[in-house]
């Protein structure tokens, strides 16, 4: 699905949702998606920190076990 799709798509939701929801119910389930939105984002950026410094870590080990390998073969 292309990105002008996409919003046209979630725009005639929230339009029907507006359409067919009384107001209170319409406020709830805003919240409710704002809230899933967010935890959507929140374990994403939480997965790819969390790799990230999982790289950097093994990274770091690589590196150290090769230094440690050219001082002991310096002589």
């Given at each position: 699905m292309k990105s002008c799709e996409?919003?046209?798509?979630?725009?005639?939701?929230?339009?029907?949702?507006?359409?067919?929801?009384?107001?209170e119910e319409v406020?709830?389930?805003?919240?409710?998606?704002?809230?899933?939105?967010?935890?959507?984002?929140?374990?994403v950026v939480h997965e790819e920190v969390?790799?990230?410094k999982t790289e950097a870590a093994t990274d770091d080990t690589s590196n150290q076990g090769e230094s440690a390998t050219q001082f002991t073969n310096y002589k």
């Open positions: 996409l919003v046209t798509f979630i725009t005639a939701a929230a339009c029907k949702i507006y359409e067919c929801f009384p107001t406020s709830l389930l805003a919240a409710a998606f704002t809230q899933l939105g967010d935890t959507l984002t929140t374990l969390c790799d990230t």
